[in-house]
């Protein structure tokens, strides 16, 4: 695969998993185009170079078009993809209405479909190769109680992947999923102050007795991004401290 230009293009960029990732990045060299959807996220990344800043929802198909227009016209060509914009969704099965699971899969799977074509169309009008990671979740291959919504969601991204994966191999674009377990995003801290028995239980089902780190999720998408990951694509890790093989 032909090494390609250091442009990338990361939703959900404002907190989190988005945040560490945008920064790292940076510090790999790459020109950032960071999609916020909360402009008070902004201040985060103050005085930092080659980053544009883009406040907006990922559903909003005008906006990510415009995005890549004006990436061609800067002649800085987004030719790498992470998908991190994403809504949790916790409510009974029973209770579930048509409108939250249309609200949940509009973000967590909609948006990134359209976000994936847009962003392939154009890399092969420009007969460039690209890679993609989607954020998806360990909720999305096992059952958790009142996450059938969000679990549905990011395991049918995980099968999105692969399929654009086979599919798009012979354009030299790749796309790989990523699936972290508990990590220690803004959800973290009121979590253990508030549920502590949760808390407490699941660390007993995590073999490494602890929360991941955002940075090692961020590692394992800037690898997977990188020119080091040239014969990996279709590919859904899980990265939970050996929750999925406990």
């Not at 390609?4 to 960029?13: P, Q, R």
């Not at 016209?73 to 029973?94: E, P, Q």
């Not at 998806?136 to 996450?147: A, P, T």
Request: charged share 25%; glycine share 6%.
């Amino acid at each position: 695969m032909t090494k390609f230009s250091k442009n990338v293009l990361i939703t959900g960029a404002g907190k989190g998993i988005g945040e560490n990732t945008v920064k790292l990045f940076l510090s790999k060299g790459y020109f950032v185009y960071a999609l916020i959807k909360d402009k008070r996220d902004n201040k985060k990344f103050r005085n930092l170079k080659n980053i544009s800043i883009i406040n907006g929802n990922v559903k909003n198909i005008k906006l990510i078009k415009k995005i890549i227009l004006n990436s061609n016209k800067n002649n800085r060509i987004i030719t790498c993809l992470v998908n991190n914009a994403g809504i949790r969704h916790r409510k009974k099965f029973l209770d579930i209405k048509k409108n939250d699971l249309e609200n949940v899969f509009q973000t967590n799977f909609f948006s990134i479909f359209n976000v994936m074509q847009l962003f392939s169309k154009n890399l092969i009008k420009k007969k460039l190769p690209g890679s993609i990671v989607n954020i998806s979740s360990i909720v999305g291959q096992i059952g958790f109680d009142e996450l059938a919504s969000y679990g549905s969601s990011k395991g049918a991204l995980i099968s999105l992947t692969k399929c654009f994966a086979v599919e798009m191999a012979k354009k030299n674009i790749r796309s790989n999923s990523i699936s972290p377990g508990f990590t220690k995003t803004s959800f973290y801290k009121p979590f253990k102050k508030n549920k502590k028995k949760l808390y407490s239980w699941t660390l007993s089902r995590i073999p490494q007795k602890r929360w991941g780190e955002p940075r090692e999720i961020s590692e394992l998408i800037y690898f997977l991004i990188s020119d080091n990951s040239n014969y990996i694509t279709g590919e859904n890790i899980n990265i939970d401290g050996g929750w999925l093989s406990a």
